[in-house]
């Protein structure tokens, strides 16, 4: 077992209790917001699967429950948290959180957020996460409390990106530093995103809130402002992932990237000018987008992936030189000497597999012609879970193994049977993921409780494919499996946090890790990342392929009048 | 942070701009997407005639913007306002209802709405929509919380029919579900859309709302009987 020369956990250590208070309360609360999320994603598949009965009303409550809270509150805690560390530890001479009382104000704003959109749920509305006033024409005031949530979140969020960028900022501007780390960097241009996140918030749910609140007569062009947003909201945990991969592999391996820090700071400027203008394609569907508009949008979402195909061939590619520095040998040999003991390492690990997974399967969606063949279908969710669980929340979570022991003084509980939790989400992902995706391209809705479509009628009577109910099955199944390993990660952490025993589990500097530092093999070949990459394309381009086909046998014909 | 290895001593699967050409390569999904005719070239020797996205036109003289509050303001404004809307499918559904319940549009009943209207409004559509030799049969749909008027239409083979459309409440869907695919459509609020289609072959097929439009969504089908 190597003992760590950690700079996450030293750095983390040696911030002051005032900055490890505030970064506990984001992390606390981003681990109840994942407590809750799950507990709503297992009452919305065991409604949707039939494990029990469950009313319609309550059913679309979870799942609306299920995307505010894990979508919303859990995934922008935990980067609030982790974009103020990052910028705090790996700034050379900030040493701590810059404005630390806007970043409190942020979190209190934050968290009244969370309980204004969440409450709203008790109190009765019937949107969704995606928030769309047209529901609400019976009775705006339903959505006061859900839009009041968002704007506090936007709001919360404005004010704490622009603390992790003071905190970046201060020492240049004190002559302490010449230039950034490329974490530094990172953390900057994440702030950056996070805040036009926010902005793209409030120009989204203000117009609905004062809407409800009887301030305006009508919301024009929601569609529109929700899929900046929302296009914003999927790329910006992304992005934080790609960073989390690159602060952790260098922590539990020791290497740097052997393309420079120039490159990577060159990489994860590209997430700034690719993110905002790709986000054409969440409307494809929509009638009244000119045909001009969906092929160039089409064109554009083709770059989303490159930034993320960068970081990702960055890191592996270091990762592979340095291990052959140490003896690896062989095309795959290499990555045995990882150290998958490690939780963190496992969960890096099978988080790059699950992101490729939905990476292949989220370029088909791109393609515009292919929105009317997928779109809105059980296709959606059943490859995003790959992004947002199987990548993202991952990845998260491996670094909050990591991070909350250095914070409160609390040992890692039972790393053994944490490090084989990833492979276990990953099963269950699997089966979620398969299941949605044959589900989708069968053409099964992806926001339906009830699939029998059962009337009395002889001549309404039609029923739905009986392959629909077992395709739902399979995803149920993958779907507990999912939140059974995700609840014990939940535990782990909630025991780092608040246990009252200190000597329970294993210091998290000890944990298992190797020590590559300075030791690159530069002069070998790397060919693990490209090749991975080779792979990945070929498999989109063979769904794209399978989807066009599938699309060309669907008897109707569109726009031929002339048959 | 460890001093990089200068360019020259590497071997080229390190170098940046190898890493760079690999990010790049996602880019040649292009040409696949030229090759099914789904991208601006004439590459598309995989292309069959039905592939292709729903060319849904709005109405003429319609002002367009979908998912909005704003449209359920809206009292019309264009080629046809919503109470006008559920006026003609009513008559539709009306003149054309079969014993069983179904209906059972005609090009008789097409041309002598066209006729009755003769507003100028079929010229503008006529002008908008595909120019080919046989004219469709006009079919209304209606869609609200939580059904769609008619619920059953029978229809013919390989017979185009355009389908006009409107959500008269919140946002729905009216997918298709026909062959072992969906055809997914979103329909927005007061938002009348119409869109040529041709079943190419026999067979019952599900109408299904697959947009959320509230607590009944899940109950929300209908039915076309293709003969």
Same mark, same amino acid.
């Given at each position: 077992?190597?003992?760590?020369? $950690?700079?996450?956990?030293?750095?983390?250590?040696?911030?002051?209790?005032?900055?490890?208070?505030?970064?506990?309360?984001?992390?606390?609360?981003?681990?109840?917001?994942?407590?809750?999320?799950?507990?709503?994603?297992?009452?919305?598949?065991?409604?949707?699967?039939?494990?029990?009965?469950?009313?319609?009303?309550?059913?679309?409550?979870?799942?609306?429950?299920?995307?505010?809270?894990?979508?919303?509150?859990?995934?922008? &805690?935990?980067?609030?948290?982790?974009?103020?560390?990052?910028?705090?530890?790996?700034?050379?001479?900030?040493?701590?959180?810059?404005?630390?009382?806007?970043?409190?104000?942020?979190?209190?704003?934050?968290?009244?957020?969370? +309980?204004?959109?969440?409450?709203?749920?008790?109190?009765?509305?019937?949107?969704?996460?995606?928030?769309?006033?047209?529901?609400?024409?019976?009775?705006? !005031?339903?959505?006061?409390?859900?839009?009041?949530?968002?704007?506090?979140?936007?709001?919360?969020?404005?004010? #704490?990106?622009?603390?992790?960028?003071?905190?970046?900022?201060?020492?240049?501007?004190?002559? #302490?530093?010449?230039?950034?780390?490329?974490?530094?960097?990172?953390?900057?241009?994440?702030?950056?995103?996070?805040?036009?996140?926010?902005?793209?918030?409030?120009?989204?749910?203000?117009?609905?809130?004062?809407?409800?609140?009887?301030?305006?007569?009508?919301?024009?062009?929601?569609?529109?402002?929700?899929?900046?947003?929302?296009?914003?909201?999927?790329?910006?945990?992304?992005?934080?992932?790609?960073?989390?991969?690159?602060?952790?592999?260098?922590?539990?391996?020791?290497?740097? !990237? +052997?393309?420079?820090?120039?490159?990577?700071?060159?990489?994860?400027?590209?997430?700034?000018?690719?993110?905002?203008?790709?986000?054409?394609?969440?409307?494809?569907?929509?009638?009244?987008?000119?045909?001009?508009?969906? +092929?160039?949008? $089409?064109?554009?979402?083709?770059?989303?992936? #490159?930034?993320?195909?960068?970081?990702?061939?960055?890191?592996?590619?270091?990762?592979?030189?340095?291990?052959?520095?140490?003896?690896?040998?062989?095309?795959?040999?290499?990555?045995?000497?990882?150290?998958?003991?490690?939780?963190?390492?496992?969960?890096?690990?099978?988080?790059?597999?699950?992101?490729?997974?939905?990476? #292949?399967?989220?370029?088909?969606?791109?393609?515009?012609?292919?929105?009317?063949?997928?779109?809105?279908?059980?296709?959606?969710?059943?490859?995003?879970?790959?992004?947002?669980?199987?990548?993202? $929340?991952?990845?998260?979570?491996?670094?909050?193994?990591?991070?909350?022991?250095?914070?409160?003084?609390?040992?890692?509980?039972?790393?053994?049977?944490?490090?084989?939790?990833?492979?276990?989400?990953?099963?269950?992902?699997?089966?979620?993921?398969?299941?949605?995706?044959?589900?989708?391209?069968?053409?099964?809705?992806?926001?339906?409780?009830?699939?029998?479509?059962?009337?009395?009628?002889?001549?309404?009577?039609?029923?739905?494919?009986?392959?629909?109910?077992?395709?739902?099955?399979?995803?149920?199944?993958?779907?507990?499996?999912?939140?059974?390993?995700?609840?014990?990660?939940?535990?782990?952490?909630?025991?780092?946090?608040?246990?009252?025993?200190?000597?329970?589990?294993?210091?998290?500097?000890?944990?298992?890790?190797?020590?590559?530092?300075? !030791?690159?093999?530069?002069?070998?070949?790397?060919?693990?990342?490209?090749?991975?990459?080779?792979?990945?394309?070929?498999?989109?381009?063979? &769904?794209?392929?399978?989807? &066009?086909?599938?699309?060309?046998?669907?008897?109707?014909?569109?726009?031929?009048?002339?048959? | 942070?460890?001093?990089?290895?200068?360019?020259?001593?590497?071997?080229?699967?390190?170098?940046?701009?190898?890493?760079?050409?690999?990010?790049?390569?996602?880019?040649?999904?292009?040409?696949?997407?030229?090759?099914?005719?789904?991208?601006?070239?004439?590459?598309?020797?995989?292309?069959?005639?039905?592939?292709?996205?729903?060319?849904?036109?709005?109405?003429?003289?319609?002002?367009?913007?979908?998912?909005?509050?704003?449209?359920?303001?809206?009292?019309?404004?264009?080629?046809?306002?919503?109470?006008?809307?559920?006026?003609?499918?009513?008559?539709?559904?009306?003149?054309?209802?079969?014993?069983?319940?179904?209906?059972?549009?005609?090009?008789?009943?097409?041309?002598?709405?066209?006729?009755?209207?003769?507003?100028?409004?079929?010229?503008?559509?006529?002008?908008?929509?595909?120019?080919?030799?046989?004219?469709?049969?006009?079919?209304?749909?209606?869609?609200?919380?939580?059904?769609?008027?008619?619920?059953?239409?029978?229809?013919?083979?390989?017979?185009?029919?355009?389908?006009?459309?409107?959500?008269?409440?919140?946002?729905?869907?009216?997918?298709?579900?026909?062959?072992?695919?969906?055809?997914?459509?979103?329909?927005?609020?007061?938002?009348?859309?119409?869109?040529?289609?041709?079943?190419?072959?026999?067979?019952?097929?599900?109408?299904?709302?697959?947009?959320?439009?509230?607590?009944?969504?899940?109950?929300?089908?209908?039915?076309?009987?293709?003969?």
């Amino acid at each position: 077992m190597t003992k760590t020369k $950690s700079k996450l956990i030293a750095g983390t250590r040696n911030l002051n209790p005032g900055d490890k208070n505030l970064l506990l309360a984001f992390f606390s609360i981003a681990v109840l917001a994942l407590a809750l999320g799950i507990v709503f994603a297992t009452m919305t598949a065991a409604g949707r699967t039939g494990l029990f009965g469950i009313e319609s009303a309550t059913a679309y409550r979870m799942l609306g429950l299920h995307g505010v809270t894990i979508f919303f509150y859990w995934l922008y &805690f935990v980067q609030a948290g982790f974009v103020l560390l990052l910028a705090a530890v790996y700034t050379e001479g900030a040493g701590e959180v810059a404005l630390r009382p806007l970043a409190w104000l942020g979190f209190v704003t934050m968290l009244a957020g969370m +309980v204004s959109s969440e409450s709203s749920y008790f109190g009765g509305t019937i949107l969704l996460y995606d928030g769309n006033p047209s529901l609400l024409i019976d009775d705006p !005031s339903e959505g006061r409390f859900f839009y009041l949530g968002y704007v506090l979140l936007s709001a919360g969020l404005a004010m #704490v990106a622009t603390c992790a960028i003071a905190t970046a900022v201060r020492p240049k501007f004190r002559g #302490v530093i010449e230039s950034w780390t490329p974490i530094s960097f990172a953390a900057v241009a994440w702030s950056g995103l996070l805040l036009v996140a926010a902005v793209a918030g409030a120009n989204a749910f203000l117009p609905p809130l004062f809407w409800t609140l009887g301030l305006r007569e009508s919301v024009a062009g929601y569609a529109m402002s929700w899929s900046v947003l929302f296009h914003n909201m999927h790329y910006l945990p992304l992005m934080a992932t790609v960073v989390l991969w690159y602060v952790l592999m260098e922590n539990v391996t020791g290497m740097q !990237s +052997v393309f420079g820090p120039k490159f990577s700071k060159i990489v994860f400027a590209i997430y700034m000018i690719f993110v905002p203008p790709t986000s054409l394609y969440h409307m494809f569907l929509e009638p009244d987008l000119a045909e001009a508009v969906r +092929v160039v949008g $089409s064109l554009l979402s083709l770059f989303i992936a #490159v930034p993320t195909i960068l970081v990702f061939v960055v890191i592996v590619a270091s990762l592979e030189s340095y291990a052959r520095a140490q003896g690896g040998r062989g095309l795959f040999g290499w990555i045995k000497l990882l150290p998958w003991r490690n939780p963190v390492m496992a969960a890096v690990g099978m988080a790059a597999v699950n992101m490729a997974l939905g990476g #292949v399967f989220s370029m088909v969606l791109i393609q515009e012609r292919l929105a009317v063949l997928l779109s809105d279908t059980f296709y959606v969710p059943g490859y995003f879970h790959f992004l947002t669980v199987g990548g993202i $929340s991952l990845t998260f979570i491996a670094a909050l193994i990591y991070v909350i022991p250095s914070l409160t003084g609390h040992r890692c509980w039972r790393p053994a049977v944490l490090a084989r939790l990833p492979y276990i989400l990953t099963i269950g992902l699997g089966l979620f993921g398969a299941g949605g995706i044959a589900a989708g391209y069968h053409g099964v809705p992806r926001r339906i409780f009830e699939l029998a479509y059962h009337v009395d009628d002889p001549v309404e009577h039609i029923d739905a494919p009986f392959v629909w109910g077992t395709m739902m099955g399979v995803i149920g199944a993958g779907s507990l499996l999912m939140a059974a390993v995700l609840a014990i990660y939940v535990y782990a952490l909630l025991r780092m946090l608040f246990s009252q025993n200190r000597e329970i589990g294993v210091d998290v500097a000890s944990l298992y890790v190797v020590s590559w530092s300075g !030791s690159a093999a530069t002069r070998e070949r790397a060919w693990v990342g490209p090749l991975s990459i080779l792979a990945m394309v070929a498999a989109m381009y063979g &769904f794209t392929a399978l989807s &066009f086909e599938i699309l060309q046998r669907v008897p109707i014909l569109v726009g031929a009048a002339g048959h | 942070m460890a001093e990089a290895a200068k360019p020259e001593s590497r071997h080229f699967t390190l170098r940046p701009g190898f890493a760079v050409f690999v990010g790049l390569f996602v880019l040649t999904l292009y040409f696949l997407w030229a090759a099914y005719g789904a991208a601006p070239t004439s590459l598309s020797f995989l292309a069959e005639e039905s592939a292709g996205p729903a060319p849904v036109t709005p109405m003429a003289g319609m002002d367009v913007q979908s998912a909005s509050v704003e449209n359920m303001a809206q009292d019309g404004g264009g080629a046809m306002t919503p109470d006008e809307f559920e006026e003609i499918t009513l008559k539709f559904v009306e003149d054309l209802s079969l014993p069983d319940g179904s209906v059972q549009p005609t090009r008789e009943w097409t041309e002598a709405m066209e006729a009755a209207r003769g507003d100028g409004a079929q010229e503008e559509m006529d002008a908008a929509g595909p120019a080919d030799a046989e004219e469709p049969i006009d079919v209304y749909l209606m869609a609200m919380r939580f059904s769609y008027e008619p619920r059953v239409l029978r229809l013919d083979r390989n017979v185009p029919y355009r389908f006009r459309m409107m959500s008269m409440d919140v946002n729905h869907g009216a997918s298709i579900r026909a062959g072992f695919a969906g055809h997914i459509m979103r329909r927005p609020a007061m938002v009348l859309t119409e869109m040529v289609m041709t079943f190419s072959e026999r067979g019952e097929f599900m109408i299904y709302c697959t947009v959320y439009c509230g607590a009944g969504h899940d109950q929300m089908k209908g039915k076309i009987i293709v003969e």
